[in-house]
């Protein structure tokens, strides 16, 4: 079984500052690729960051030079530094991971989101 725990979100001014966390946990499985997307009223859910194991970072455009992805692999944490904040950022933000089975075959998981609001 696997589990995904997000925390972080919040109400913040335009402009400020908020850092995600998603803890995962995992006995079977070995955790792959981190990331996060978001889903704002109205709108499909988007991507926005990644980090695989090893290191490598990917970001949507609408974040870039702004948003931040990181991971501990010692705690299974990845986290989303996210500055510069703006109204359009205004999004249920989910965690996910993709993990391999120790036994073989691969999954992907969710964290349930956790509330971001951009507003002044």
């Known amino acids: 079984q696997v589990q995904l725990v997000e925390s972080g979100g919040g109400l913040v001014q335009p402009g400020g500052s908020l850092r995600l966390s998603c803890a995962a946990s995992g006995s079977i499985f070995s955790l792959n690729d981190m990331g996060w997307y978001r889903q704002a009223p109205g709108k499909q859910r988007e991507f926005v960051a990644n980090?695989?194991?090893?290191?490598?970072?990917k970001y949507a455009d609408a974040v870039k030079g702004r948003f931040t992805i990181s991971r501990d692999n010692a705690n299974n944490t990845v986290y989303l530094q996210m500055n510069s904040l703006k109204p359009e950022d205004t999004a249920v933000y989910y965690c996910?991971?993709?993990?391999?089975?120790?036994?073989?075959?691969?999954?992907?998981?969710w964290g349930q989101g956790t509330q971001v609001t951009v507003s002044s």
């Open positions: 980090i695989s194991r090893g290191g490598s970072t």
């Open positions: 996910r991971a993709d993990w391999t089975m120790m036994i073989g075959g691969a999954i992907i998981s």
